[in-house]
């Protein structure tokens, strides 16, 4: 039988998705495209209502030829409106995600009894909501392992639906993370993201990420790279700053800043000065010979008048980040914006998250011409195709033609930016 998993939204989504993806390789099913699939499991998002406009058209798609399965954020928050999509569809909440694990095993033995699928998938009753559940050591969408450590989130920021759907932060503790990240390690891979819902809210009332990040250096060789997801900057500090340093921490970062008006930003709670920021960013470049930094920015959040949005993009383009990822606030049901009276005119909004995605261009022709004739590392992916430290999607040239092999590093030199070329001289 044919499975699919298909994925909406965040990294920690795509590291669930590798983790279940894994568990039915193991049972013996193939691992396809939606296309092909008889069953298809459908990891959602909440975060935008384009998120859940996406989730449900793909659904009703899916549920056309093949059994659908519906979990993440958007099956939590609208568990009967998911349900009522199709008659082919069943909901796992995304607090009975980590139920999906044991599906496999169960799916094996319902079809070997001769239960056609739908019943198969009905009969299921294991329940599970255990958040670090997924461990997966083998990942088939993707070179570089991911690792979650983190889930949850105990900011409450106006406009986020996620943090209602995720619940409270939460730490797996950090000899279980350097567990799993010595047995990624062994089976070949050379470089591990971590992820989490707001990753350096990772264990912030005991050592925090930075000290996860030192035991994990500390124990893992000099051939493992480590990438960081996403870092929320208010739980930045310099023991985190400090680890950077390490050759093996890759030279790109996302911070998502979401406004640069301060007036703002304590409008919709979020708790953390402009010169914090601007301090994590000075030190990421100190340590890093140019890193690639993008950040979130939401155009048109509540309170962002005239003053407040010059004020936010005088300072993104003072910052000069490699790519911005821009998104047009979107009210939330169930968040304490939703029913705002101060929210900007649409109209308006739109127009500035437009002026916000020209300077994100414009910024990172910018700093792509500065990477020509650099030499960087390089992972392959599929084919040519890979991605250097710095996160530029890179056509690899190999001396003498040869393809480069899968999730193996090398190293060499930028030669063109239209599109990125990296022509290797030598492994890592």
Request: proline residues 4%.
């Amino acid at each position: 039988m044919n499975v699919s998993i298909y994925t909406l939204g965040c990294r920690l989504n795509q590291a669930e998705s590798e983790a279940i993806a894994e568990r039915f390789k193991n049972e013996g099913f193939s691992v396809t495209g939606p296309s092909d699939a008889d069953l298809v499991i459908v990891n959602s998002c909440t975060v935008t209502s384009k998120a859940e406009q996406k989730a449900r058209r793909m659904i009703r798609l899916f549920s056309k030829s093949a059994e659908v399965i519906v979990t993440g954020c958007y099956a939590q928050m609208e568990r009967d409106e998911v349900s009522s999509l199709s008659g082919n569809v069943t909901v796992f909440s995304l607090r009975e995600k980590a139920s999906l694990l044991a599906l496999p095993a169960h799916l094996r033995a319902s079809l070997d009894a001769g239960l056609p699928i739908h019943e198969a998938v009905r009969s299921f009753s294991f329940r599970s909501d255990d958040p670090f559940a997924f461990d997966a050591s083998s990942f088939q969408y993707h070179s570089r392992a991911y690792l979650k450590v983190q889930d949850g989130c105990d900011n409450h920021c106006g406009y986020c639906r996620t943090t209602i759907a995720r619940g409270p932060s939460v730490s797996l503790d950090a000899d279980t993370v350097v567990e799993r990240a010595l047995r990624i390690e062994a089976e070949g891979f050379h470089e591990i993201m971590l992820t989490g819902v707001n990753l350096t809210m990772y264990d912030h009332e005991g050592d925090g990420l930075g000290g996860l990040v030192e035991k994990l250096l500390l124990r893992l060789g000099d051939g493992m790279r480590i990438r960081l997801s996403s870092m929320e900057p208010d739980h930045v500090d310099d023991r985190l700053l400090d680890t950077l340093s390490d050759h093996r921490m890759q030279p790109h970062f996302h911070i998502p800043i979401q406004s640069a008006s301060p007036r703002v930003l304590e409008r919709v709670g979020r708790v953390y000065p402009m010169e914090h920021v601007e301090r994590i960013i000075g030190r990421m470049r100190a340590v890093k010979d140019d890193p690639f930094i993008a950040c979130d920015v939401i155009a048109g959040l509540p309170g962002e008048g005239e003053k407040e949005w010059e004020e936010s993009y005088a300072f993104l383009s003072r910052i000069r980040f490699a790519a911005m990822h821009v998104f047009p606030y979107s009210p939330r049901p169930g968040t304490p914006l939703h029913g705002a009276h101060d929210r900007v005119e649409e109209r308006v909004r739109d127009q500035r998250a437009e002026r916000l995605r020209q300077l994100s261009e414009k910024m990172g022709k910018e700093y792509l011409s500065r990477q020509l004739g650099r030499t960087v590392e390089v992972l392959a992916e599929d084919g040519l195709e890979g991605t250097t430290g710095n996160y530029l999607k890179a056509r690899i040239m190999m001396p003498d033609g040869r393809i480069p092999v899968r999730g193996l590093i090398y190293s060499g030199r930028i030669v063109s930016i239209a599109p990125v070329t990296v022509e290797v001289s030598s492994l890592a």
